[in-house]
């Protein structure tokens, strides 16, 4: 079974930079579509970005276009997310999932998640 860690979440200002590692142990990334998700409090949780196990192919939500990059490097079993241009709305936590299968945005048809990091946006 897959496990998920995240990292590279922390303070930044609106305009600046961050970019999340979601590093997987357990077995191998290759087999797995990788979503990004994030969630503040009271809101639900949306995603923001996937990449397929496949070909590759990336998936952004509309809000985040232009702005963030999904990437995988299978080699070191770890997806990225760089998030540039970051805006106080982007505040939140941050969390990577995988799923056995296509591209997929909707969060309930991952199955393994990480367990978040936060990511705030403020001057």
């Known amino acids: 079974q897959i496990q998920l860690v995240e990292s590279g979440g922390g303070l930044v200002q609106p305009g600046g930079s961050l970019r999340l590692s979601c590093v997987a142990s357990?077995?191998?990334?290759?087999?797995?579509?990788i979503g990004w998700f994030r969630q503040t409090p009271g809101k639900e949780r949306e995603g923001v970005s996937h990449i397929s196990s496949r070909d590759g192919r990336t998936h952004y939500a509309d809000s985040v276009k232009g702005r963030f990059t999904i990437s995988r490097d299978n080699a070191k079993n770890t997806v990225y997310l760089q998030m540039n241009s970051l805006k106080p709305e982007d505040t939140a936590v941050y969390y990577c999932?995988?799923?056995?299968?296509?591209?997929?945005?909707?969060?309930?048809?991952?199955?393994?998640w990480g367990q978040g990091t936060q990511v705030t946006v403020s001057s």
């Open positions: 999932a995988a799923r056995l299968g296509a591209i997929a945005t909707s969060e309930n048809l991952y199955d393994f």
């Open positions: 357990g077995s191998t990334l290759d087999y797995y579509t």
